[in-house]
Each structure stands twice: as structure tokens, then as C-alpha cells.
């Protein structure tokens, strides 16, 4: 697992998703609970621009990423400035900031199709896996 702040376009993902949470980005968007899809747009296998053995794979509601099904409570989606962004949620029972600090929070595909996935600490680059 390579992912850092990698660029400008991962910083840019990042700058959207943080800027969303501080101006309440989602607006309407309702909040779904982990057994709902995620976008059509994030489903399948993605790999780490820059480390291709550090695979995700969205399936559903599913996220399986760095060897590990990342454990969330639930999903707001939603669309900003041409970027598809998904913030995850803490499962209940857990505190949101120590979910922050070692779960990915949120997701950015970006208009070249480049997707982003990063917390307070982390992001990452991701393309689509070749079939």
C-alpha cells in the first residue's frame, strides 16, 4: 500500500471530499446503509496506480481493498463539479474520528476516470484493472 498524496489530481480528490464534508456536500443526497450499491460507475476491480498489486474491488455495497473487506456503516453518494464522490460512515458503535484515521472515507472518481480513495491520513490513485 504506496498510496500518499500523489499529485494534483489526488490532491484535488481529496480537497473535494474534505470541502464536502466541511459545506455539507452530500445537500440532499440520502444516506444509504451498507447493503446498497454503490455507484454503477465504481463497480469492478481497480488497481493502485502506482503499486498494481494493491487491488480494490467494489461488488454492491461490498469493498474489498487491500486484501480486507473495509467495514462501514453506511454511504452517502453524490455528484460535485463533474466528481462522483462517496463518503463512507463509521459502523455504529464506533467512534467516527478512529474510523477516519484508519478506514478509507471517501471515494472520488474524477472525470478521466482516475479513482480516488482516501481518509484524514491517506489517499491513493486507481485505475480501472485491465480485463
Avoid: C
Wanted: net charge negative.
Amino acid at each position: 500500500m504506496k498510496g500518499v498524496w500523489i499529485g494534483t489530481a489526488t490532491f484535488a480528490a481529496a480537497a473535494l471530499g474534505a470541502l464536502a464534508l466541511v459545506t455539507g456536500g452530500a445537500g440532499d443526497a440520502p444516506r444509504q446503509d451498507r447493503a446498497a450499491a454503490l455507484p454503477e460507475a465504481l463497480q469492478g476491480t481497480w488497481v493502485e496506480v502506482d503499486e498494481a498489486q494493491s487491488v480494490m474491488t467494489i461488488a454492491g455495497g461490498e469493498i474489498t481493498a487491500f486484501g480486507a473487506v473495509v467495514d462501514y456503516g453506511g454511504k452517502t453518494a453524490f455528484e460535485e463539479d463533474g466528481v462522483l464522490i462517496v463518503q463512507l460512515y463509521a459502523p455504529p458503535g464506533v467512534d467516527a474520528d478512529t474510523f477516519a484515521q484508519a478506514h478509507m472515507t471517501d471515494l472520488a472518481l474524477l472525470p478521466d476516470g482516475t479513482l480516488h480513495v482516501f481518509n484524514v491520513s491517506f489517499a491513493a490513485p486507481f485505475v480501472r484493472a485491465a480485463d
